[in-house]
């Protein structure tokens, strides 16, 4: 088994890293978050249209260039880097896959990898956001149609996309259902968030008109499929980001000076700074592990989303906490970019449970048996 | 490089060639009584030897196998799983890993003819001589000397933390040949029969209450002029060229030496009435996760030596990685046993390096044992704190401490330390 990136991957890896330095710079994602716009349409347009982003890594059949994780993990990865504000990670990582998973016919997936319409998964119950349930949400069928109603908590990007994905509990069973953000009786309320460039949204449903996605009652297994993917894409994502504030904060030790002497020739920072390494290095080889095993859906793909996520969402807390301590107090201003980082690394590691949820599924598997 | 394809055929070959070798219920060499252990190790290597997998690597016209890395990486792991010893005896680790290699790279062929025979056959033991009283992590800063006269290298000095050296009919070491050469420049690799006059050997009990160390006393001891590997002055540079060659070829057997022993704590945890307790149930997955990781790195070691790319990252990463891992298992053990911890209780434990073979006792004594033996890993082999300069300096590019003579070029300071 060859292991890591081929070639191509990291050739594409590097086209992927020019485009977002020229359409994506940090600058452009300050702006942009600041403001609470999100990431500009036309930015998403032409990293869907233009670079082709949403169809790596998906299936010949919807559009895609293959269905390899690891070809999407480069996507994720150099996302990650650039505090990526779009909404890649709801809806291709998550919408996109799940809709495939539930429904391979359906004209939606090739919509939402050609950016031509956005979509965010609405699966949280407010009363126990840690994974994806049907609870706090209910669908009934009307007609041709289904109305639901309910909320759904943390909906990533939830004031920017065009529709929902939402699970929701029905008399057939956890369901899938489209809900359009401006359909009645749907109401958004966006939240002022931590982590700028993740915002979330509160969504309320009284009655609202949707239509199934997939085999009523057959929601569970999809949105699962699509999710252990995600938890490894996520990892991805976050050792992007983590890799970044390692270089930044290497060049910074590199040239800072303080008693006479860069102050990364001190051992209590160049210790720290090993650290870091160690844990991205450790982190990166996972989720580079994970992906071909994944790929081939064995036994042992169950646990990996989890061990990926779980030791990826450290190894980014560590390296952003290391480094606003290695950058002293200008670490800690709103000018320096560290905190955009600091509360990526923060809001990663939660967003799709803590390392904690994850290491319990781990105890269970090995565990419970 | 080798097809996986022919790899998966080569395992198999392993595999039978083990089941034929060995004895009925076999349950791995950990569950042999001790008096018998000993006796099988040395009548495995025999078998091993003769089947050339003992050392897969090196050249056939020595004895050696003449195999590739993969094929190396293949055996040892296989062996590992069927509970059969990869160092069967304890002098093997530093001739195999250490003086063997880099023999084949630095020595002449009169040498290699010499001395790689008889590590195979066993005719030689080795030890390591690099450690002194006053040199270990900086280790250039030795004052072992060697003086050649009439012929042959006289040594006066003292080397110290010899890993089962009192088994050692030979040692390798590090010794300052070129007083007036600054630190590492003046350093030489000398080869020295050990039973002579001149050379006396203690040994030194461990926390463990086991006598696995040792030292060396140089009182003008002598070895032939040739016993010098690479040139005079190029010692520092000999010893560090271990690096290369093997890298990544261990890490699956590494693996599972270290899966066989969370499986061996995660039935502990059963047994004991844990697996429901939620601390020790996030920290047992912690253990996981950080093992599958140190197989994932592993494995891209071992991927990119195959593609013949350059060491990357993560060979130096792996020391610092599996050292620090053992120490956290271990306390993880020990925590599961709680007051049971106290009581040296049940079979003891077997290795003194890394974790205990297929079959070893899940047993009190066996896990102090453990948890003893892994505070010496973060040690070892160039402690926890100089990997992680060299991870600093090396791969990370960050500016090194600056040495308080280093700032004034040209001063004696450092030779004076050295003598």
Not at chain 1, 126 to 137: E, L, S, V
Not at chain 2, 64 to 78: F, N, P
Request: hydrophobic share 40%.
């Amino acid at each position: 088994m060859k292991f890591g990136l081929d070639h191509d991957q990291v050739q594409f890896s590097g086209q992927v890293r020019k485009f977002l330095a020229v359409h994506m710079p940090i600058e452009r994602v300050r702006e942009w978050t600041e403001a609470g716009i999100g990431c500009p349409p036309d930015v998403w347009q032409r990293m869907t249209q233009e670079l082709g982003l949403g169809a790596i890594g998906f299936p010949e059949s919807v559009g895609g260039t293959g269905d390899r994780l690891l070809d999407q993990i480069v996507v994720a990865a150099e996302l990650g880097r650039a505090l990526d504000p779009s909404p890649y990670f709801p809806s291709i990582v998550v919408v996109a896959r799940t809709v495939l998973e539930a429904d391979p016919e359906s004209d939606w997936v090739s919509e939402l990898l050609e950016g031509r319409t956005t979509a965010s998964p609405a699966m949280l119950d407010p009363a126990d956001p840690t994974m994806p349930k049907p609870d706090g949400a209910w669908a009934v069928r009307e007609g041709a149609g289904w109305r639901i109603t309910g909320e759904r908590a943390y909906v990533p990007q939830g004031s920017f996309v065009d529709s929902f994905l939402v699970l929701a509990g029905s008399d057939a069973g956890p369901t899938l259902l489209r809900v359009d953000r401006d359909a009645v009786g749907v109401s958004v309320a966006d939240l002022p968030t931590l982590d700028l460039t993740r915002p979330v949204a509160h969504l309320r449903l009284s009655d609202a008109p949707a239509q199934v996605v997939g085999e009523p009652g057959g929601g569970l297994s999809p949105a699962y499929a699509a999710l252990n993917r995600a938890l490894v894409l996520m990892a991805a994502d976050l050792s992007g980001g983590a890799r970044a504030v390692l270089e930044m904060t290497t060049a910074y030790a590199q040239t800072r000076r303080q008693f006479d002497r860069p102050i990364g020739s001190f051992q209590s920072v160049k210790h720290m700074l090993a650290d870091v390494l160690l844990e991205l290095e450790a982190a990166r080889s996972a989720f580079l592990y994970a992906a071909p095993v994944l790929d081939g859906g064995s036994e042992e793909a169950k646990v990996l989303g989890h061990l990926c996520q779980a030791v990826a969402s450290e190894a980014y807390l560590r390296a952003t906490k290391t480094a606003i301590q290695v950058h002293g107090a200008i670490g800690f201003t709103w000018e320096h970019d560290l905190h955009l980082y600091f509360k990526r690394a923060t809001s990663g590691a939660q967003v799709l449970a803590s390392p904690q949820f994850h290491r319990e599924r781990i105890a269970a598997a090995l565990l419970d048996t | 490089m080798t097809e996986p394809g022919s790899t998966e055929d080569f395992r198999q070959q392993v595999r039978d060639f083990f089941r034929s070798n060995l004895p009925d219920g076999w349950r791995g060499y950990g569950a042999l009584p001790e008096e018998e252990r000993k006796a099988f190790c040395a009548d495995w290597r025999e078998i091993m030897r003769r089947e050339r997998y003992l050392v897969p690597t090196w050249p056939e016209e020595y004895g050696g196998g003449g195999l590739g890395l993969a094929e190396q990486a293949v055996i040892q792991e296989e062996l590992v799983r069927h509970g059969l010893p990869t160092i069967p005896h304890p002098s093997d680790l530093f001739a195999f890993v250490l003086i063997g290699p880099t023999l084949l790279h630095w020595g002449t062929p009169e040498q290699k003819a010499h001395f790689i025979p008889k590590m195979i056959s066993g005719e030689h033991r080795w030890a390591q001589g690099y450690s002194e009283p006053g040199a270990g992590s900086d280790l250039f800063s030795l004052t072992t000397r060697g003086v050649l006269e009439e012929g042959e290298w006289v040594v006066n000095g003292q080397k110290v933390w010899q890993t089962d050296g009192q088994y050692a009919n030979w040692i390798f070491a590090l010794v300052r040949t070129e007083p007036e050469a600054s630190r590492g420049n003046g350093i030489s690799m000398l080869l020295l029969p050990v039973d002579q006059p001149g050379i006396e050997v203690r040994t030194i009990r461990s926390m463990t209450g086991k006598e696995e160390l040792s030292e060396f006393f140089f009182t003008d001891a002598r070895t032939a002029a040739e016993n010098i590997i690479g040139p005079r002055g190029a010692g520092a540079k000999v010893a560090l060229t271990l690096l290369g060659f093997e890298r990544g070829s261990a890490s699956g057997a590494t693996y599972a030496g270290y899966r066989i022993e969370l499986d061996r704590l995660i039935e502990l945890v059963k047994e004991r009435g844990l697996a429901q307790d939620q601390v020790v149930r996030q920290r047992l997955a912690w253990c996981h996760c950080r093992l599958e990781m140190l197989k994932y790195l592993g494995m891209r070691t071992l991927d990119s030596a195959l593609s013949g790319e350059p060491p990357g990252p993560e060979s130096s990463i792996t020391k610092l990685y599996e050292s620090e891992y053992h120490a956290v298992v271990t306390e993880l053990a020990m925590d599961v046993l709680g007051m049971d911890g106290l009581v040296l209780s049940g079979a003891p434990g077997i290795a003194s390096l890394g974790p205990d073979p297929l079959g070893a006792p899940n047993s009190p004594a066996a896990w102090i044992n453990q948890f003893m033996t892994s505070r010496a890993a973060t040690i070892y082999g160039g402690s926890s704190q100089i990997q992680r300069n060299t991870l600093g300096e090396q791969v990370l590019g960050l500016p090194r401490e600056p040495r308080p003579d280093a700032e004034k070029p040209g001063t004696t300071t450092e030779k004076a330390v050295s003598r």
